[in-house]
């Protein structure tokens, strides 16, 4: 069974620049995208940027490119995500869930805004 547990998040104001990691375990297999997706109040659910485990090839939504850089690294049969978001907007403020899914390529995974596992979340604010 995958677990994923996020951490990071908060509240900055515009501008400032914030770190999400998310710890992964359970995952079988060799490959696997893993990302983040977001959902602001009152839309839906939204892909933000993924990485493929074996490769390290990347991708991201429109709206975060060059703002955002996601990054894994591999302990035992641990991998922790990391995902850096600088020059922060107000409409970047949402709740970010760390995501992992077995078939999807990392486009895939953003453009759908879905995957395989889900973790709980962490809030991201991002004031004016």
Request: net charge negative; with cysteine.
């Amino acid at each position: 069974q995958v677990q994923l547990v996020e951490s990071g998040g908060g509240s900055v104001q515009a501008g400032g620049s914030l770190e999400l990691s998310c710890v992964a375990s359970g995952l079988s297999g060799n490959s696997y995208s893993m990302g983040w997706l977001r959902q602001a109040p009152g839309k839906e659910r939204e892909g933000v940027a993924a990485i493929e485990t074996t490769d390290n090839s990347t991708f991201y939504a429109d709206s975060v490119l060059g703002r955002f850089t996601i990054s894994i690294s591999r302990d035992n049969n641990k991998i922790t995500m990391n995902l850096q978001l600088d020059n922060l907007k107000p409409e970047d403020t949402a709740i970010y869930y760390c995501a992992a899914d077995h078939l999807f390529p990392p486009r895939a995974l953003v453009i759908t805004g879905a995957a395989d596992s889900v973790g709980q979340g962490t809030q991201v604010t991002v004031s004016p």
